[in-house]
């Protein structure tokens, strides 16, 4: 869904949590690139060695402290006196079938991925009303369109992201700020070598499918910025997404067969670590 783009800075001031690396640090360098100001929010700061982001901002910032998080509207307010892009990057994998993966999993999950949204957009968004202007982009993925098995809790969270951003692009349309939320499939990226979990297949599983995709954390981060541009609610940023959600839309026999086969054959895994 797209809708009029409003008239912006040339240069703006954006916020990336989670911007010391993967997506988050090429969503960085894509806005320098741009030449916008970027200040990343994020538990570790990048490391100069690697890092492309040499030019932004850093501030230390756990997406699950409020206090963390006026911190960094302490931090706008004086060094920018505003916000033009808020982007919710920070998050974490995680997984597991139903019986196997426990309620502190569930729990951890959804603090960081779905919770650290809510708590980013709420800080800001009073800015944002008082600006009348500003755009929150949320990282959700494709997992939060369609569910595959043994991703119970990631499935529910980031479809609770696509859920918030849809209502929060609502009540905000009057005040000319947008929202949208960017629904990647698997690309390369560092983020499943710190998943956690009980259910060991499901990390074999994803594993496996993150390493041998042809798309990189570069490929996003342009593609979420052409959908910024676009004023696209919802950014589908890679074809293997827009793909496996056009088959959810408009094959739904086809697109149940495959999910249950993939069901099937993680079950088998489950059953082959057991034996």
Partial sequence: MSRAVPEERASRRVLVTGGASGLG??????FLARGDDVLIGDLDEPEVSTSSTDAAGFLHLDVRSDDDWASARDWVTEHWGGLDVLVNNAGVAGGGRIDVAGMDEWQWITEINLFGVVRGTRTFVPMFKQQRSGHVVNIASLAGLVHPAGMGSYNAVKAGVVAFSETTAHELAEYDVRCSAVCPSYFRTRLVENMQ?????????????????????????????????????LILPDEAARAAYDLKLTDRAAYDQLMRKQAKRLNAMGQEEQQ
């Fill in 197 to 233: 979990g009980t259910d060991t297949a499901v990390g074999q599983v994803i594993g496996a499918l993150v390493s041998g995709s042809p798309v990189g954390p570069e490929d996003i981060a342009a593609a979420v910025l052409e959908g910024m541009d676009r004023g696209e609610e």
């Fill in 25 to 30: 640090e090429a969503l960085v360098a894509a």
